[in-house]
């Protein structure tokens, strides 16, 4: 766009950020940490589209979720298919689970997967439309240890991360058999408070009722304090499934507690469900969320495969994780004093980062005042200073910055290297 003579600049869509070069260090730390804790639970990396068939997400998530009725990226391509920028992973990784067979190459398949989701909520602290999740899927067992495993992993990432904040809160959202009996009981009870809930909630009523339990407008949760609890309806198998869970999890020492009104935003949901809750982040209280979805591999056209898997928000922990540095320093920063010392400089300093060094140099820079105001400013570990006279006799001085201790030693990388690494003056 042109105003006048000036042209304008273009931002980025509101709710969709940009991850600025001194923020990106946190998130690699989170991922790392993902990848190193999904390994050692015998996780393996799947990368799916970020695009899909809009029928997918209506299919698994629900046509009467939030995420389906009102936050889907949804548009048409030139070819006229209705398509979806993924608002979640599950769908996704389930779809190419089925599309691709893997339910034949072993009775339980793990699948970890992270990258960018995309819902049309407004976006406030923790709440964006582009946000990122990192995740698990585990599809073949409906046996109980399988629950406690991935609940196992998702406290063990979170220690890892060096979060003790979000804590674990479990529930069983029960199956085909026991849900409707519940359905019902919570219908009559919410048609004795109709008038006391939100616009929305009394049409949840109907389509989705509860999600009720999951409103956060005063009115509705007061209305809804005494509502029964899916907890009172599970039938026997749900019962003893959800039992054996936290068998396993007090077996293994996991931190959790009971919340027996959890209801999650997507429909899929069966049996176990959890999320781990903050009061850090204001109204985004969930870091973490999954459970188990026994019935939508075939939902979707495949066998019938249980399954359970979590995702976190990787904003929402980078902001818990927020004051820690990630900075990453030089290990050494080469100046140069006149022009024939440059070709030396960049010959050393190539055969460092060869070596693996973090090395830095100033190319710019004209007077050495300058190029040493900029080993500080980039917090550089150690400096060198290459002139003529270094040159000449092959021995340049190695300055420690922090205590601006020093020691004369050969201008060869190899040597260099050993003393930055592990030499006499650490
Ligand atoms: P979800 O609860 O919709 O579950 O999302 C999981 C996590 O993604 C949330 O706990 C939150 O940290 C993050 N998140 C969701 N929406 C936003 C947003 N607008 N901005 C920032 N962060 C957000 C799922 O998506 C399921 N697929 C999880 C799952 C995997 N269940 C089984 N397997």
């Known amino acids: 766009m042109k105003r006048g003579n000036l042209q304008v600049g273009i931002s980025a869509i509101k709710g969709f950020n940009d991850l600025l070069p001194f923020e990106s260090g946190l998130w690699q730390f989170i991922e790392q940490t993902a990848r190193k804790v999904f390994s050692r639970y015998g996780f393996q990396e799947i990368r799916v589209p970020v695009v899909e068939k809009t029928e997918l997400f209506c299919r698994s998530i629900g046509d009467t979720t939030d995420i389906v009725e009102k936050e889907m990226y949804t548009f048409a391509d030139k070819g006229g298919n209705s398509l979806t920028l993924r608002p979640e992973g599950t769908a996704g990784v389930v779809r190419a ?91 009559n009870f919410l048609s004795g408070c109709q008038d006391a809930l939100c616009a929305d909630c009394r049409r949840r009523q109907a389509t989705n009722p509860l999600r009720v339990l999951d409103c956060k407008v005063p009115g509705c949760i007061l209305a809804t304090q005494g509502a029964p609890t899916i907890s009172d309806y599970l039938c026997p198998d749900c019962d003893t499934h959800f039992s054996g869970v936290q068998g396993y999890l007090n077996a293994a020492d996991v931190p959790y507690s009971l919340n027996s009104r959890m209801v999650r935003g997507l429909d899929y949901y069966t049996r176990t469900t959890f999320e781990l809750v903050t009061g850090l982040l204001g109204a985004q209280s969930a870091v973490a969320a999954g459970g188990r979805y026994d019935g939508l591999v075939e939902q979707l056209g495949g066998p019938s495969v249980p399954g359970i898997g979590f995702a976190l928000g990787v904003e929402r922990v980078a902001l818990l994780l927020g004051d820690r540095s990630f900075e990453q320093v030089p290990d050494l920063f ?74 004369l030693v050969s201008l060869e990388a190899v040597e260099l290297a050993a003393k930055i690494t592990g030499g006499s003056m650490l």
């Open 97 to 187: 689970f089925i599309e691709h067979k893997l339910y034949a190459l072993d009775s339980l398949t793990k699948l970890c997967y992270m990258g960018p989701m995309f819902r049309h909520e407004r976006p406030q602290k923790g709440r964006y439309r582009q946000f990122h999740q990192i995740g698990v899927e585990a599809i073949g067992s409906t046996d109980p240890m399988v629950d406690a495993q991935v609940l196992h992993l998702v406290s063990r990432l979170f220690q890892e991360l060096g979060l003790t904040e979000p804590s674990l809160q479990i529930n069983s959202l029960g199956c085909p058999v026991c849900r409707p009996t519940y359905r019902r009981a919570l219908v």
């Open 334 to 407: 080469v100046a140069v004093m006149g022009d024939s010392a440059r070709k030396t400089g960049f010959r050393i300093m190539s055969g460092l980062q060869d070596a693996g060094l973090r090395v830095e140099a100033d190319a710019e820079a004209k007077s050495l005042k300058s190029q040493l105001r900029r080993a500080d400013k980039l917090k550089a570990r150690y400096s060198i200073v290459i002139g003529e006279t270094e040159i000449e006799t092959n021995k340049v001085t190695l300055k420690r910055m922090a205590d601006g201790e020093q020691e």
